[in-house]
């Protein structure tokens, strides 16, 4: 049962510079507030700090308004309203920005009173801005709206397919569930009619591509790059690890993982008793059983996902409890809402808001314990005072959110009885040594993209069927090979934060590490996770994962020891 304790009561910050009533609606409301800081004298170390902070209580207060927007749009894609206070924001004020973010920038990095500053506490800002500044190109301020304009209108293509099935119009997510069903020809059509449905938009997508990856390699061009990989690793701050590294990512999958992944498709067929795996039988239980239904409601789902956080730890019951009881949730899945989940942050209040699909199925359970992992992320740090510490790097925070599902993963009594709760755990189990190497399927896919510029969309299919050769593991896609061909269409990352992917993987390989250590030492393991979450991203990668008592590698050395433990927890776990 969640916690009787005290109920959970975040500290508050009030502005300190800015009114408390100000409104950041419009750009003639922000940009009089910038013109200040421009302005400002900074005549001492002091007085940078306390400007770098009025910067930061400004730059959040425009943040939370686009956050704001983004979630309204996100939850109602085919609200006219939502959609058009998103983009005004995108057109109107984001290009505005860019421009005084870059003087802002500049003002600080120029400043003689920076060498006052203590040295080991700025480094990681310093070279964030650095880099910042030596990426930036006026010129690229309209590229990057136009790009802006397009990832929205792929979010709203993907939130408009629906199919008509057993009488009702669903959407995809809604179909998910019928994967899960017993029945194979019931599952064959649900999977058909979706992989037609998006097949259908293929061109379209295809276009937006087309678009998009043109517009970036026009942006690598004109910050100086002979390529976009080479510039993406450089936005993504990337300072401690780089595309060698990468490549290296993706041969330790090959040859770790791909063996894993071939011998559990060959056991799931022969439990399924069928001479190969298709598409519709990945998700079926291989035994026969009924599908897990862990709840019938978005309530149920949050009920129990916070007493999972409480048994992990009390505090995080009780932080799970206050965004319940604030609105800081939208869990449901309905037609219109854009696909996927996140978690993003008010950064203004400090506080993070969960987007997520729910539609009951097993995999649920687990996004909200990933997506409570972030929030956990977000309210750990939320009291550093320089703002840009409270983010941590994306590698690190996924460390977060995928340690939580592993965590939670051994207390699911609220969901289900005890053979049910060990069947989920070793989907979960089984499902990161799956998804793995699809990981490395779309990260190579686009290193491959991005360094064959001007290449043909049958190029394109060519490379991603080769790739799904290398790091698949059996599955007959005999009779829908256009479906394959095309299956990089359903990966938003690709589309929306191109080379935002191998992330999740050299993240899971730091969760792997907490749940390893969670085998024998949960006390301790938890209580490294959260040490290394307060500290939000003041400290280097390297730095972060050595805080949770993990090491940040992602090669095959890392991966070796990890893999065996998860193949000593599935025979533990038996069929």
């Known amino acids: 049962m969640p916690s009787t304790a005290a109920p959970y009561v975040p500290e508050t910050f009030p502005r300190r510079w800015l009114p408390a009533e100000l409104d950041v609606k419009t750009w003639e409301q922000i940009e009089p507030w910038f013109q200040e800081l421009l302005n400002r004298p900074i005549n001492s170390p002091a007085e940078l700090e306390r400007w770098l902070s009025d910067v930061g209580e400004l730059n959040a207060a425009v943040g939370q308004e686009g956050a704001e927007r983004y979630i309204a749009m996100t939850c109602q894609t085919d609200d006219p309203e939502r959609e058009a206070a998103h983009l005004a924001f995108v057109r109107d004020i984001e290009p505005k920005l860019k421009p005084i973010l870059n003087q802002?920038?500049?003002?600080?990095l120029d400043s003689p009173h920076r060498a006052g500053l203590p040295h080991d506490r700025y480094l990681v800002f310093d070279r964030a801005q650095e880099n910042r500044?030596?990426?930036?190109?006026?010129a690229n301020i309209a590229r990057e709206t136009e790009l802006a304009e397009l990832e929205q209108q792929y979010q709203k293509t993907i939130g408009a397919m629906t199919v008509l099935f057993e009488g009702e119009e669903r959407t995809p997510a809604q179909m998910a569930p019928f994967l899960e069903e017993t029945d194979r020809a019931l599952r064959q059509t649900a999977w058909e009619l979706v992989a037609a449905r998006r097949l259908a938009d293929r061109d379209t997508l295809d276009d937006l591509f087309d678009r998009m990856t043109t517009l970036r390699v026009a942006i690598a061009r004109e910050a100086g790059f002979d390529n976009f990989v080479e510039y993406a690793f450089r936005l993504r701050e990337r300072f401690d690890y780089g595309i060698a590294d990468s490549l290296r990512f993706h041969q330790a999958i090959e040859k770790v993982v791909v063996p894993l992944t071939i011998d559990l498709h060959r056991e799931r067929a022969q439990a399924l008793g069928v001479d190969s795996l298709r598409p519709w039988d990945l998700s079926v239980d291989p035994l026969g059983r009924p599908p897990l239904r862990p709840f019938k409601d978005v309530e149920a789902l949050a009920e129990g996902a916070e007493a999972i956080f409480d048994s992990v730890d009390p505090e995080l019951g009780r932080q799970f409890a206050y965004l319940r009881a604030h609105g800081l949730l939208d869990l449901a899945n309905r037609k219109g809402k854009a696909p996927g989940g996140y978690q993003t942050t008010l950064e203004d209040k400090r506080l993070p808001f969960i987007f997520m699909n729910?539609?009951?199925?097993?995999?649920?359970?687990?996004?909200?314990?990933?997506?409570?992992?972030?929030?956990?992320?977000?309210?750990a740090s939320r009291g550093e005072p320089l703002p840009a510490y409270r983010?941590?790097?994306?590698?690190?925070?996924?460390?977060?959110?995928?340690?939580?599902?592993?965590?939670?993963?051994?207390?699911?009594?609220?969901?289900?009885?005890?053979?049910?709760?060990?069947?989920?755990?070793?989907?979960?189990?089984?499902?990161?040594?799956?998804?793995?190497?699809?990981?490395?399927?779309?990260?190579?896919?686009?290193?491959?993209?991005?360094?064959?510029?001007?290449?043909?969309?049958?190029?394109?299919?060519?490379?991603?069927?080769?790739?799904?050769?290398?790091?698949?593991?059996?599955?007959?896609?005999?009779g829908h090979e256009l479906a394959r061909?095309?299956?990089?269409?359903?990966?938003?990352?690709?589309?929306?934060y191109p080379f935002y992917y191998i992330e999740y993987g050299i993240a899971q390989l730091g969760a792997l590490q907490v749940w390893r250590r969670a085998l024998t030492d949960r006390a301790g393991a938890v209580a490294g996770y959260r040490h290394a979450l307060g500290i939000g991203g003041a400290r280097p990668l390297p730095d972060l994962f050595a805080a949770a008592g993990i090491r940040f590698a992602f090669d095959e050395e890392t991966l070796s020891p990890l893999i065996e433990a998860i193949r000593e927890e599935l025979d533990k776990l038996g069929a």
């Open 104 to 108: 802002i920038r500049s003002i600080y």
């Open 133 to 138: 500044r030596a990426l930036y190109r006026e």
């Open 358 to 379: 729910a539609v009951g199925l097993d995999g649920d359970v687990r996004t909200l314990l990933h997506e409570g992992g972030h929030a956990f992320h977000a309210l």
């Open 391 to 478: 983010e941590s790097p994306i590698e690190f925070c996924e460390v977060a959110s995928m340690s939580m599902e592993l965590l939670g993963a051994r207390n699911l009594e609220r969901f289900y009885n005890e053979d049910d709760a060990k069947r989920s755990y070793r989907q979960l189990l089984e499902g990161i040594v799956l998804i793995l190497p699809w990981i490395a399927t779309v990260d190579a896919f686009q290193h491959w993209i991005y360094t064959h510029p001007g290449h043909s969309r049958d190029e394109r299919r060519a490379a991603w069927s080769n790739l799904l050769d290398r790091f698949g593991g059996g599955v007959d896609w005999s």
């Open 485 to 496: 061909e095309h299956s990089w269409h359903r990966q938003l990352h690709i589309f929306l």
